[in-house]
């Protein structure tokens, strides 16, 4: 069975450092792999995905992620972290073999930005 | 653009009572999700829809059910409410596959119910 194992509960980080918000998963063949966010009362907004290609993908708001496929991880990172990237950040994958685009999740991490 | 829309945004009910949450996109989504979000689980998908017409069970399906009698909408019904189905309830929609590639989905801001 497919899962995601984000291992952080929360990561606190201050304004203008370096982020990183860990993702592991397991899946039978190759992964589609997503990140999204979500901010307070609000729904989950699209990041990045890995399809195929290259292992680092850019995404929306200067945040990317890398895919290790012998690690079987996918990390979400930001060069730079603002306080407004302070929200929960969910990891997904979607199985490679599987009809109709389903996502599962991983439990969440809160991301809190210092200033 | 309204993208995904959810209503009721909040809703309380007695155990026992029935309600029908209701999703409406506006993108042309071939593909409609409901999911539930609790602390600590992520996002847990109850039911799905690949098109008009047609519905399957997700991870979590007891005490649901689920119709999707036009592309746009897609509704979920609760038909004997439990303290367990306290959760924050999220719709999404997604376009079909370009050829192997995934698209991601479009969330609702969600429906917060509590079942008392």
Redesign the interface.
């Known amino acids: 069975a497919q899962s ?1 194992a984000q291992p952080e ?1 929360q990561v606190n980080v201050a304004e203008g450092n370096p982020l990183t918000v860990k993702c592991t998963y397991s899946v039978s063949g190759n992964p ?1 792999l ?1 990140w ?1 966010v979500q901010y307070p ?6 990041l990045l ?1 890995y ?2 290609g290259d292992n680092l993908v850019k995404g929306s708001y200067g945040f990317e992620a890398e895919f290790n496929k012998s690690q079987t991880s996918f990390h979400l990172k930001k060069p730079s972290a603002l306080v407004s990237d302070s929200a929960l950040y ?1 990891c ?1 994958v ?1 199985p490679y073999m599987e ?10 991490t809160i991301l809190r930005v210092k200033s | 653009n309204a993208g995904v829309t959810q209503t009721p945004k909040f809703r309380v009910l007695k155990t026992g009572q029935s309600m029908t949450l209701l999703c409406a996109q506006d993108m042309n989504h071939e593909y409609m999700y409901w999911y539930r979000q609790d602390p600590g689980m992520g996002l847990r998908l109850i039911h799905y829809s690949v098109g008009e017409g047609t519905t399957a069970k997700g991870e979590v399906p007891d005490g649901y059910n689920v119709s999707r009698l036009k592309k746009q909408n897609f509704l979920l019904g609760l038909e004997s409410a439990a303290p367990s189905q306290t959760s924050v309830y999220f719709c999404a929609s997604s376009t079909l596959p370009q050829g192997n590639l995934r698209t991601e989905a479009f969330f609702g801001q969600g429906t917060r119910l509590t079942v008392v």
């Open positions: 995601v509960d589609y997503f999204y009362n609000r729904g989950l907004q699209f995905k399809i195929t969910f997904a979607s009809y109709g685009n389903k996502l599962v999740f991983g439990a969440g």
